[in-house]
Each structure stands twice: as structure tokens, then as C-alpha cells.
Nanobody, 121 residues
Framework: QVQLVESGGGSVQAGGSLRLSCVIS????????MGWFRQAPGKERGGVAI??????TYADSVRGRFTISQDNGKNTLYLQMNSLKPEDTAMYYC????????????????WGQGTQVTVSS
């Protein structure tokens, strides 16, 4: 059974930083795509950053501030978030899929439960 467990969310003031982690277990594929998505209250879930075979893509709103990375030895996906803004406040989800994609609109197969990020002004 594939499980994705996020952690690292919390409350931070604008300009601060957080690093989200997503531990992936039971994932039967050696390649594919992984990413981070977020959903703010009253808004649709949207892609933040995607990684596939070392290639990455970012939403325009976070490019230059957020960095996605992966530690294969620990089966962990990270999202380093710097220069946080109040509009970054959302529930953040990690996702994985055996198919290769860099599309922020892709329908990933596996999802975590999310971790809340709140940025105050």
C-alpha cells in the first residue's frame, strides 16, 4: 500500500521559511513524478512544484522562492519555502505517480493527507 505522509507545516510570519517533508512508502516504481500541491480555503487545489527524473517545474507564484528536492535514500520529497507571503497560506499536499510529467495540472495517482501552512503578515 502506497503511503505519503507530509510534515513540516506550521505558522510563520511573512518573510520566513519552512521546509515541508513527504515520506513515501510502499511505492512500487523506480521512476515517475512527484510534486507538491496546495489548496487555500475557498479555492481549488493547484500545483506548486513538480519533479520528474531530476527535471523540475514551478508555479509562477512560487518560482524563485520555493525549491523541490528529493532524497532517494530516505524516500523523502522536500519543499523548501523561503520568503513566504500571506498568500502562500494553504494546505499543502504531496503527490506521486508512476507516469512522467511536469504538468502542474496532472492528475496524480497517490496523495498524502496534507500539512497546513499559515503565513501571517
Amino acid at each position: 500500500q502506497v503511503q505519503l505522509v507530509e510534515s513540516g507545516g506550521g505558522s510563520v510570519q511573512a518573510g520566513g521559511s519552512l521546509r515541508l517533508s513527504c515520506v513515501i512508502s510502499g511505492y512500487p516504481y523506480s521512476s515517475g513524478s512527484m510534486g507538491w500541491f496546495r489548496q487555500a480555503p475557498g479555492k481549488e487545489r493547484g500545483g506548486v512544484a513538480i519533479m520528474a527524473d531530476g527535471a523540475t517545474t514551478y508555479a509562477d507564484s512560487v518560482r524563485g522562492r520555493f525549491t523541490i528536492s528529493q532524497d532517494n535514500g530516505k524516500n523523502t520529497l522536500y519543499l523548501q519555502m523561503n520568503s513566504l507571503k500571506p498568500e502562500d497560506t494553504a494546505m499543502y499536499y504531496c503527490a506521486a505517480d508512476r507516469r512522467w510529467t511536469l504538468s502542474l495540472r496532472f492528475g496524480f495517482q497517490y496523495w498524502g493527507q496534507g500539512t497546513q501552512v499559515t503565513v501571517s503578515s
